[in-house]
């Protein structure tokens, strides 16, 4: 069993940056197996993928429209995983996830990831 919990979130306005962190406590986490991924809901909209990062090599994905703004990085001694937000728009506002999943051959699909923290808000205002 794994247990992820997220801390960072908040409001901010449209420019400004946030830094999300996720800790993942467990002792079934494999540092060559598993990726951790962020994901994003905003009200009346399906989860979407955000970003992720493969725990063994440190490869990193995003989706297009946090390209160039966002960035995750993981801290292999703590267990944890950042997601720096710069440049942020009123389109990013939505409750963020952490997720983790083991062997994770695309890591934008949701299903793939098997332990998911509870989510944190970011609100981004105008």
């Known amino acids: 069993q794994l247990q992820l919990v997220e801390s960072g979130g908040g409001l901010v306005q449209v420019g400004g940056s946030l830094r999300l962190n996720c800790e993942v406590f467990?002792?079934?986490?494999?540092?060559?197996?598993?990726?951790v991924g962020w994901f994003r809901q905003a009200p009346g909209k399906e989860r979407e993928f955000v970003a992720s990062?493969?725990?063994?090599?440190?490869?990193?994905d995003y989706v297009d429209s946090v390209k160039g703004r966002f960035t995750i990085s993981r801290d292999n001694a703590k267990l944890t995983v950042d997601l720096q937000m710069n440049s942020l728009k009123p389109e990013d506002t939505a409750t963020y996830y952490c997720?983790?999943?083991?062997?994770?051959?695309?890591?934008?699909?949701?299903?793939?990831?098997?332990?998911w923290g509870q989510g944190i808000q970011v609100t981004v205002s105008s």
């Open positions: 997720a983790t999943g083991r062997n994770i051959i695309s890591t934008p699909m949701s299903s793939a990831y098997e332990y």
């Open positions: 467990g002792r079934t986490f494999n540092r060559y197996r598993n990726t």
């Open positions: 990062i493969r725990w063994d090599s440190g490869t990193t």
